[in-house]
């Protein structure tokens, strides 16, 4: 039996997105103050720290805006088309 938690619900579950050395798949981003949370773009209703995507680089700005990601697989999407997923945050 596998053990698939990690996948569900979010795009960290790739073995592309564990590749990536300077942000561990195992970084845990939903903890935080209330005031720190928000939730991705990319992975939409996914609870997001602020404060821990910006300490290990999971963000962008977009328009005078920060967007801020739940994994390093949300980064690429967003750059990828950044005013679709800009939208669907207001």
């Known amino acids: 039996m596998t053990n698939d938690t990690q996948a569900a619900g979010s795009c960290c579950g790739s073995s592309s997105a564990s590749a990536t050395p300077e942000v561990p798949a195992e970084r845990n981003l939903l903890g935080g103050a209330a005031d720190d949370m928000t939730v991705c773009p990319v992975m939409a209703g996914t609870p997001v720290s602020k404060a821990q995507a910006v300490a290990v680089g999971l ?10 990601f ?4 949300c980064g690429p ?6 005013a679709k ?3 669907s945050m207001a």
Do not use: I, T
């Not at 963000?59 to 801020?68: A, I, L, N, P, S």
């Open 70 to 73: 739940c994994c390093a697989g």
């Open 77 to 82: 999407a967003f750059d990828a088309d950044p």
């Open 59 to 68: 963000f962008r700005d977009f328009e005078g805006e920060r967007y801020y």
């Open 85 to 87: 997923y800009a939208a």
